[in-house]
């Protein structure tokens, strides 16, 4: 009788760097999104462009948004190549709602409609509240939560409002239990998950879901180098996750996939945590990330 897979051996693959993957393993269907349109926001990198690549390859073309240009061109050009899927790589900033608005018009201009928008920009670092500036709060607050609202105002009254459409968020659990050196994050994150709640209730008889994902610690990406996880990680200290890992980028791109398609169909206002159990667990001792806070500061 042949040994059972472990579930440390069934997990997906993914690659620390910003680079589509070798190879994939569907686990839904190849056509599950397909012929649709996805507008993601912070697509470049990171999470975004994990999403942006799941996406297509389950049949899904998209449109890459953030303010680098040569980042989105070099990262569009890769992901057509490895799924034979059109992305639109598009410059804006979703703090100003002109540049979404020139966005969305180009968007249906080239690709004739929207079915999915991703809010996936983001900013963040490690600040304690009293080293913080006003201006630096201001800013996590107006990319974060007024970037989310300001994008799926847009794409609601320029499509979703007489077609339909699903709004995933990309949030984050850092608000939970007050992380600490993180109030500017889980202050807009936490908005986040009240907006999607709120928008949800609102857009549903125009057929728009709105839901959100809140990750965890999530290897590979620039928010984790900035929030200390290669440190943490080589210290042990994801020993206190249940699951005992980091998650990867490929398993917020699979949770994106659901709560963007009719997997999820009935689904609306939710806030899906991908953690890994981390948020129930793991220590929020103020004085130890303080001294990491000062070491970092140290290092640079």
């Not at 994939?24 to 690549?53: C, M, N, W």
């Not at 300001?150 to 007050?178: P, Q």
Request: proline share 4%; charged share 20%; glycine share 10%.
């Amino acid at each position: 009788m042949a040994e059972p897979q472990r579930v440390c051996d069934l997990l997906p693959e993914d690659v620390a760097s910003d680079d589509c993957l070798t190879s994939y393993t569907h686990i839904y269907s190849p056509d599950l999104l397909k012929d649709q349109v996805a507008f993601i926001t912070g697509g470049g990198s990171g999470i975004g462009l994990r999403i942006a690549e799941i996406f297509m390859r389950h049949g899904c073309h998209t449109v890459i948004a953030s303010r680098n240009k040569d980042k989105l061109t070099e990262a569009a050009n890769k992901l057509s190549a490895v799924s034979g899927r059109r992305c639109l790589p598009l410059c804006l900033d979703v703090r100003q709602p002109e540049s979404i608005s020139a966005a969305v018009d180009e968007t249906l201009k080239e690709m004739g409609h929207i079915d999915i928008l991703v809010n996936n920009a983001a900013g963040n670092f490690l600040c304690p509240a009293a080293a913080l500036s006003f201006n630096a709060f201001k800013t996590v607050m107006e990319i974060d939560t007024m970037g989310t609202f300001n994008t799926s105002k847009i794409v609601y009254e320029k499509w979703f409002k007489d077609h339909g459409g699903n709004i995933v968020n990309i949030s984050a659990t850092l608000g939970y239990k007050g992380q600490a050196l993180q109030v500017h994050a889980g202050s807009a994150k936490a908005a986040n998950d009240a907006m999607t709640k709120h928008l949800a209730v609102e857009w549903g008889p125009s057929g728009v879901r709105v839901n959100a994902v809140a990750p965890g610690p999530i290897s590979g990406t620039e928010g984790f180098r900035r929030l200390g996880g290669p440190r943490g990680e080589a210290a042990g200290l994801f020993q206190s996750i249940p699951l005992q890992r980091s998650g990867n980028k490929t398993e917020m791109a699979h949770c994106t996939l659901f709560l963007a398609s009719r997997a999820s169909s009935y689904v609306t206002g939710a806030i899906l945590v991908a953690d890994g159990g981390s948020w129930l667990t793991s220590a929020n001792d103020a004085s130890k990330l303080m001294g990491y806070w000062s070491s970092e500061k140290r290092d640079k």
